[in-house]
């Protein structure tokens, strides 16, 4: 069971400083009193009188933020590993088809939400923001069963709707030119619910879950995309983001495709997505912009003048062809970029250490010189600040400071991954793959303990979600047979977006030497 909010005592550990000038402080001590942290150094023991518990770190345990997954899709935790590398447009048509044979049942979206909830767990990740899609149209009882999911781990959460409102045509270039006579109807097929009973659904939402658990689970609101969306909708969630102080998340030019919808569709008047948004006034602090890979100089300079972050998916972006995003260009401009998983299909683990990881690798192979490759400070400083930043909560997640909520991983630095210790940053960002995490506190509770999540049968419930979803995979097969009907029109679609000149690359282009 999840231990009870008491005094906590951290003693002789290590504390990861904040700035780039300095690795760790200490060994010192940590005390934690309810759920936040109540003071850093040599005062701490004097200050805790008599605690519930004393964590000896014995000066070689390092206490860091909990890791925060900045962007999430829970709804497909269950189909890790399944499909095969292939653009998002074609991804996405077996990824969340809306087929009423896999709606979930309510104790589905529970278990599927706790499967990335305990793997989070595993690895350090205390808080993450999901844009839950709930597929083929959210109801209630599948809303609470995935925020009941994650109140029963003991997460912090944040969680949105992911569900666009405008039929297929709408999103893509090409798509109603290309489609076949008997594919037309089906991609210019309204969206199964509209706005209206959308903003039914976050006022359920908001009502019955922002703010809960002590203020651990939160909610957020989603368009999922500007090209997915009206402007009419896109304001009211704008508007409930403002009223509430919600972060908004916005996928914007993930992939070629989506640049090219400036040009394609009328509505967009050459403009990108970015500037779209700008110039409908819905580009501001509060927005989680999403992937980032395709954009300009103007679009960056946009976002820097907003005040949005930016939530860069490294994993996903190699995982889908989507590109490499202009790591350097954002930094310089003081954009807040954080960092997230997107979800378990498109990166087949729950798992921030393999994108911490990829992060401070993958934009080395963008020619620039090495001076403007990203450093393991800088890859650190997203995961936690810019984390922080996204989920709206940037005075209160992100460091091991006095005040702040007490959401932390202790980790082991006599592991294999820190063994010679040589440089704490750089085995945290190059090394670490969460085998030294030896204990996992949220809101001021242990949730992680000797390999153990303390808050729930971890056991039982693996075993309830093996029989569970064994049954689902004829439905599955079912459903991504008929979806097969549309990857020819998909890829179509895909390719001339690719043959499209749109002024720029994000994809590493290689030439053959024939010399």
Avoid at 158 to 177: G, I, N, Y
Avoid at 496 to 512: F, I, K, L, P, S
Wanted: charged share 20%.
């Amino acid at each position: 069971m999840m231990s009870e909010l008491g005094h906590t005592l951290f003693t002789d550990v290590l504390v990861l400083s904040p700035d780039a000038a300095g690795a760790t402080t200490g060994p010192t001590d940590v005390l934690v009193m309810g759920n936040r942290i109540a003071a850093v150094g040599d005062h701490a023991r004097a200050m805790a009188g008599s605690p519930a518990r004393v964590v000896a770190g014995a000066g070689h345990h390092l206490l860091v933020p909990g890791l925060i997954n900045a962007h999430f899709h829970s709804p497909a935790n269950h189909l890790k590993g399944g499909l095969p590398s292939l653009p998002l447009e074609v991804f996405m048509l077996f990824e969340s088809p809306a087929a009423e044979n896999l709606r979930p049942t309510p104790r589905e979206a529970y278990l599927r939400t706790m499967l990335g909830a305990l793997e989070m767990l595993h690895g350090g990740t205390t808080a993450v923001q999901d844009d839950a899609f709930l597929m083929p149209a959210p109801d209630a009882s599948v809303i609470d069963a995935v925020l009941a999911a994650y109140a029963d781990s003991g997460m912090r959460a944040t969680v949105a709707l992911d569900q666009p409102e405008l039929p297929e045509v709408a999103k893509l270039p090409f798509l109603e030119r290309f489609a076949p006579p008997e594919l037309a109807g089906s991609v210019a097929a309204p969206a199964l619910m509209g706005r209206a009973e959308l903003l039914e659904m976050y006022g359920h939402l908001l009502s019955t879950w922002h703010g809960a658990a002590g203020g651990r689970l939160r909610a957020a609101v989603s368009i999922s995309a500007p090209q997915r969306v009206s402007p009419e909708y896109f304001a009211e969630l704008d508007e409930l983001s403002r009223a509430h102080g919600l972060p908004l998340f916005a996928h914007m030019l993930e992939t070629k495709v989506q640049r090219v919808l400036a040009a394609e569709q009328p509505r967009f008047a050459g403009r990108s997505l970015v500037r779209y948004t700008a110039e409908l006034g819905l580009l501001n602090k509060r927005t989680n912009v999403i992937h980032a890979v395709w954009v300009d100089e103007d679009d960056l300079d946009l976002i820097a003048s907003s005040g949005a972050v930016i939530v860069h998916n490294p994993v996903s972006n190699l995982r889908l062809g989507s590109g490499i995003m202009p790591f350097r260009a954002a930094r310089d401009r003081g954009i807040p970029i954080a960092l997230g998983v997107d979800e378990a299909i498109c990166n087949d683990a729950v798992d921030m250490w393999s994108v911490v990881r990829t992060a401070g690798l993958v934009h080395n192979i963008g020619g620039a010189h090495s001076a403007q490759w990203p450093s393991a400070a800088e890859v650190l400083d997203c995961l936690w600040r810019g984390g922080a930043a996204a989920m709206q909560q940037a005075d209160e997640l992100g460091e091991v400071a006095e005040g702040r909520l007490a959401d932390l991983a202790l980790l082991d630095l006599h592991s294999l991954a820190f063994t010679p210790l040589n440089d704490v940053r750089g085995q945290l960002v190059y090394c670490e793959k969460g085998a030294s995490v030896v204990l996992v506190m949220v809101d001021g509770r242990v949730v992680v303990e000797a390999g153990r999540v303390t808050t729930v049968d971890e056991q039982q419930l693996l075993g309830e979600l093996r029989e569970v979803f064994a049954r689902k995979q004829r439905a599955l097969e079912q459903v991504h047979a008929d979806a097969g009907r549309y990857v020819s029109l998909y890829q179509q679609v895909v390719r001339a977006a690719a043959a499209t000149d749109v002024g720029m690359t994000r994809w590493v282009e290689q030439t053959v030497d024939r010399r």
